[in-house]
């Protein structure tokens, strides 16, 4: 079975750009743009740790499991 990367959701009504989602990710998924907003520059390095969510004082992101993803038997 494939695991499939967790899905991160960024309320940007709720988030007031602090960057301390990006400070704690300890892959980088998680960066700031020029707008200083944090958006998810690498879907595929998030490991999933809820860091991010966690660390939030603003409950602005919601990390969602990643789902076993069967494979194709031949």
């Given at each position: 079975?494939?695991?499939?990367?967790?899905k991160?959701?960024?309320?940007?009504?709720?988030?007031?750009?602090?960057?301390?989602c990006?400070?704690?990710?300890?892959?980088?998924?998680?960066?700031?743009?020029?707008?200083?907003?944090?958006?998810?520059?690498?879907?595929?390095?998030?490991?999933?740790?809820?860091?991010?969510?966690?660390?939030?004082?603003?409950?602005?992101?919601?990390?969602?499991?990643?789902?076993?993803?069967?494979?194709?038997s031949?």
């Amino acid at each position: 079975m494939k695991k499939i990367a967790p899905k991160i959701d960024i309320y940007r009504a709720w988030c007031k750009n602090c960057g301390i989602c990006t400070a704690f990710c300890p892959s980088k998924a998680l960066q700031i743009n020029a707008e200083g907003n944090p958006y998810l520059a690498n879907p595929g390095a998030c490991i999933g740790c809820r860091l991010c969510e966690l660390r939030c004082p603003d409950f602005a992101i919601s990390l969602k499991d990643g789902e076993n993803e069967k494979r194709e038997s031949s």
